[in-house]
């Protein structure tokens, strides 16, 4: 994997970068559809590649683990043969997955074990083994195992938990260089930031990770319960002690304005399932605002929810008759929805780039992230 910092703007610390991986080019800031278990839901890949313009997804190591498994994705020739996904695949280590079985689960040195969300059946996760499944689902880029510690946190605990994260790290980065890649493809290591809304924490793990001197790098452990302004104020610091000439990955970010913020801090890649998850529920993120598709406002407004975009979900269907698809109950009013959200979200990103590369991107910003807030 290849990162090429084009520019900074002259009003921020945002970055235009190009990230070359062996599945294509990913043009930088950039948001990526989750699609945790082979699929983003209600959206097929091409009306991922073609209607959304998507240029990398990601997969999860827990659920692809548990299903489809290691010897269906093997046999498959990896994730990407097995989805028809031809781009770029981010696959998170289940870091996340397994913080959220806080009832099911029991950290140790060696790692964690813990219960199937499926079937209640135990299973181990270790920097090692998840270093062998993610090869073997076959990502270009892949995540360190870490533990994500819960919001709010006690000092002590996220001290021990980021210098458990810490020594995982090294056992993912001995790992790798003892293993060959799957499919022949190179796949690459991002370690992850983390130490809670602890100043000196965070600080001192964006310098742990640094020294590692991966290719790339990665913020956890927020967006998890904490006020907006402690996700701001934790990613500025973090983004003041990471290489500038690698890309800088906040996870699990977020909302629009979210997204905005955190591209002016530094940022170079997110991704969230908020605009597929708000989307099944029918909320409509778009340049004028948020709206409630479900609202009876919308029954007779029969204009499209955004005439200038250029995904076809957003321009040819109207306000009106998304309404009546959710009123319904009918499942094509959910992959609409989903389809005009990540489009939106993807068109986001692409315009802040260019804003970036105009040198005008921090003063957009600000009359955009109010304009994005809107409740219409």
């Not at 703007?9 to 948001?31: V, Y």
Request: aromatic share 10%; hydrophobic share 40%; proline share 5%.
């Amino acid at each position: 994997m290849n990162f090429e910092l084009i520019t900074t703007d002259s009003g921020s610390n945002a970055r235009a970068g190009k990230i070359t991986t062996a599945h294509g080019e990913i043009e930088t800031p950039i948001f990526m559809p989750v699609g945790t278990v082979g699929s983003v839901k209600a959206v097929t890949q091409e009306q991922l590649r073609a209607d959304v313009q998507a240029q990398i997804i990601l997969g999860n190591t827990y659920h692809l683990y548990l299903r489809p498994g290691l010897e269906v994705l093997s046999l498959a020739g990896g994730l990407h043969k097995f989805n028809g996904w031809d781009r770029p695949i981010l696959t998170d280590s289940g870091g996340y997955q397994v913080f959220s079985l806080a009832a099911n689960r029991k950290i140790k040195e060696e790692g964690v074990v813990f219960q199937s969300h499926i079937d209640g059946s135990r299973h181990l996760f270790t920097p090692e083994n998840v270093m062998d499944i993610q090869r073997t689902i076959g990502a270009d880029i892949i995540m360190a195992f870490d533990e994500c510690p819960p919001y709010p946190s006690e000092y002590r605990y996220a001290r021990k938990s980021m210098e458990l994260t810490h020594r995982w790290l090294d056992r993912c980065i001995t790992r790798l260089n003892d293993t060959q890649p799957a499919y022949g493809h190179e796949q690459t290591l991002f370690p992850i930031v983390q130490g809670s809304t602890y100043k000196d924490l965070r600080k001192a793990s964006a310098e742990y990770i640094a020294s590692r001197n991966c290719a790339g790098n990665a913020i956890g452990g927020l967006s998890v319960g904490e006020p907006e302004n402690e996700m701001y104020e934790m990613c500025g610091l973090v983004c003041e002690s990471l290489p500038t000439d690698k890309p800088r990955y906040l996870m699990g970010v977020g909302t629009p304005w979210n997204i905005l913020e955190n591209i002016g801090l530094g940022i170079d890649m997110f991704d969230c399932v908020m605009p597929t998850r708000n989307g099944r529920n029918g909320m409509l993120f778009t340049w004028n605002g948020v709206i409630n598709i479900r609202n009876k406002k919308w029954a007779t407004d029969f204009s499209p929810v955004d005439a200038n975009s250029p995904c076809f979900a957003t321009n040819t269907y109207s306000k009106a008759y998304l309404r009546h698809l959710f009123v319904a109950g009918e499942i094509l009013g959910m992959t609409l929805a989903s389809i005009h959200n990540l489009a939106f979200y993807l068109e986001l990103v692409k315009e802040a780039r260019k804003q970036i590369l105009a040198g005008t991107f921090a003063t957009w910003k600000t009359g955009m992230i109010n304009q994005l807030k809107t409740r219409l």
